[in-house]
């Protein structure tokens, strides 16, 4: 059975930090492309930074700067430090696994979210 464990979310102060941990069983971590994604309320999940299973990372302009993703395959662990944190952070933060076979099959799993509220 698949899971991805959130933590780390909470209540921060604007210009606060937080690290959001995302920790996964039932998959081989390693082969994974992870990615975090947050919605705020009345919005559409949107994609915050993701990093391949070789280490490359993408980010969303608006949290360019301020936020890092890493992993630790040896600990089948995804990380989402955030600096620097505003009011528009506040969401939802959800961890994404996804990965495909040599068939094209498509494994893609999720988290059940942690809640970030950033206060002004």
């Known amino acids: 059975q698949v899971q991805l464990v959130e933590s780390g979310g909470g209540l921060v102060q604007a210009g606060g930090s937080l690290r959001l941990s995302c920790a996964a069983s039932g998959i081989i971590f390693s082969i994974y492309n992870m990615g975090w994604y947050r919605q705020a309320p009345g919005e559409q999940r949107e994609l915050v930074a993701d990093i391949s299973r070789s280490g490359d990372t993408n980010y969303a302009d608006s949290v360019k700067g301020r936020f890092t993703i890493s992993r630790d395959n040896a600990r089948n662990t995804v990380y989402l430090q955030m600096n620097s944190l505003k009011p528009e952070d506040t969401a939802v933060y959800f961890c994404?696994?996804?990965?495909?076979?040599?068939?094209?099959?498509?494994?893609?799993?999720w988290g059940q979210g942690t809640q970030v509220t950033v206060s002004s």
């Open positions: 994404n696994a996804i990965s495909s076979d040599w068939g094209g099959k498509r494994y893609d799993y």
